[in-house]
């Protein structure tokens, strides 16, 4: 059974630090990885998305990728009360279709 | 529409009655996800269709569980004989076709109490 494990938390950062988040996955043959953010009572919006070992940037997030060491990372610079949510990390197989298998999601709280 | 769009929001059932949920995903989207997730929880995936294909049903919980989606876009997910341990918000998403970088689009979710 292919699974996707994140730490529950919750998370706390201060305002302006650098939150890191983390996933492992045991399926190897998965080719995409997504992080999702979902405040409380909302739907999941997607936030990033990674295909290839390294990192990528989108703004104050990072996703970092290491497909050897089966692990997804989401840095969030800078952070902001307004980060606070759950985040979920996904991922898709490469070859069976296109649905996504999604950890428990991590809370993360920004303190002013 | 602009969105994935669920209904109803939100539900609340007698256990043992039958509930459905309907799904309108995003126009053009062939793929149509519905996932579960209960209070505090991760995403379960239940569901899914692609096109024309028959679905992959290899997450739903039990026979009370079942899903259709007629003409390729509209689905409905009916939960037979709900028991308490059926509420959860459930969550419908969608995309385009199956490639891997695609992205998928989740509605706002049913919410469903069964007292």
């Known amino acids: 059974q292919k699974e996707v494990e994140q730490n529950s938390g919750p998370l706390s950062v201060p305002e302006g630090a650098i939150a890191s988040l983390n996933c492992t996955y045991s399926?190897?043959?998965?080719?995409?990885f997504f992080w999702y953010r979902q405040y409380s009572g909302k739907s999941p919006e997607l936030i990033m998305s990674?295909?290839?070992?390294g990192d990528k940037e989108d703004g104050r997030f990072t996703a970092q990728l290491n497909k050897a060491s089966q692990y997804v990372s989401l840095l969030i610079r800078d952070s902001q009360p307004s980060d606070s949510a759950t985040y979920l990390c996904?991922?898709?197989?490469?070859?069976?279709?296109?649905?996504?298998?999604f950890g428990g999601g991590t809370r993360l709280m920004v303190k002013p | 529409g602009a969105g994935v769009s669920q209904s109803p929001s939100n539900k609340v059932t007698e256990k043992g009655k039958d509930v459905e949920l309907r799904c309108d995903p995003i126009?053009?989207?062939?793929?149509l996800y519905w996932y579960r997730q209960s209070l505090g929880q991760g995403l379960e995936f239940l569901i899914y269709?692609?096109?024309?294909?028959?679905?992959?049903k290899s997450g739903l919980p039990s026979d009370r569980f079942s899903a259709e989606r007629t003409g390729g876009s509209v689905s409905t997910l009916t939960i037979q004989r709900t028991q308490q341990e059926d509420s959860a918000v459930y969550l419908c998403?969608?995309?385009?076709?199956?490639?891997?970088?695609?992205?998928?689009?989740f509605g706002e979710g049913s919410w469903l109490t069964v007292v």
């Open positions: 998403a969608s995309s385009f076709a199956v490639i891997s970088g695609n992205t998928i689009y």
């Open positions: 399926d190897r043959g998965s080719q995409s």
């Open positions: 126009s053009g989207h062939t793929a």
């Open positions: 269709f692609q096109g024309n294909s028959a679905p992959d």
């Open positions: 996904a991922v898709r197989e490469g070859n069976a279709g296109n649905m996504l298998t």
């Open positions: 990674i295909y290839s070992n």
